[in-house]
């Protein structure tokens, strides 16, 4: 169980794997701030956590957004132990690369690379400075093996595995984790908002076959923060298998 006063910040805590690793974190001990574009949809965690949870509204996307993050929230929430940056997209992707809108490959890369880099950059201060934290990046299995139709996205994740990676060994000598969950196929609302269409969305898994749900990502998150602190889960590969 993690110390009363430890505290968690969960990007695209709203649903899916933000939201399950959110209510993971809750249930380990954790103070936990949740972030969303849109924050009243943080309210049902806001409810049932009462005052161990704090929703903050965050566009990872938006600079301005990122560095006022600290300044915005309330003084005994700004020592920050654990980040989780999990905020992605992929709206207007599973289809070929020279088919789809510069618009929408450019905000895939802008919530999940410079999003992360941006509040990575913003929070790790704090860990340095006390010497201590743990940085959670929620990859994928596209950052090592790509497959067609996700070009962007794929892009995407192996400049965050670079990221990571590159992070961990530059903070090896330090109390800082940096660590790395790489999930197969998840089913989530994350396809339905790629298409911006539920029925398609729910096809697109139906079609696959076989997947994860967001509460497998959670427990694994939860399994690598609770290893020793001399032991860092670089990267942790998770996929479906048929059942």
């Not at 049932?48 to 957004?65: I, K, M, Y």
Request: contains cysteine; positive net charge.
């Amino acid at each position: 169980m993690a110390s009363k006063e430890t505290t968690a910040l969960v990007t695209g805590a709203s649903s899916g794997i933000g939201e399950s690793v959110a209510r993971r974190l809750l249930e380990k001990g954790y103070r936990v701030i949740g972030t969303s574009r849109d924050k009243q949809r943080l309210s049902a965690l806001q409810q049932s956590a009462g005052g161990r949870f704090h929703a903050l509204e965050l566009d990872v996307t938006n600079l301005q957004s990122i560095e006022s993050l600290l300044q915005r929230l309330p003084e005994p929430w700004r020592k920050i132990d654990v980040l989780v940056n999990n905020a992605g997209s992929d709206i207007g992707g599973r289809k070929p690369f020279h088919l789809g809108q510069a618009a929408n490959w450019r905000n895939t890369i802008e919530t999940n690379v410079q999003g992360v880099i941006h509040l990575t950059h913003v929070l790790l201060p704090g860990m340095v400075k006390q010497d201590f934290g743990d940085i959670v990046n929620i990859g994928s299995t596209s950052g090592l093996e790509p497959v067609p139709t996700t070009a962007a996205y794929s892009a995407s994740k192996h400049a965050l595995d670079g990221f990571s990676e590159s992070l961990r060994m530059e903070l090896e000598r330090t109390g800082i984790r940096v660590m790395q969950v790489l999930p197969g196929m998840v089913r989530t609302g994350f396809a339905a908002a790629r298409y911006a269409d539920t029925k398609q969305g729910e096809q697109f898994y139906d079609d696959f076959g076989k997947w994860l749900c967001a509460d497998d990502i959670a427990r694994t998150v939860i399994f690598a923060l609770q290893q020793p602190r001399h032991m860092v889960v670089s990267r942790l590969v998770v996929v479906p298998k048929p059942v």
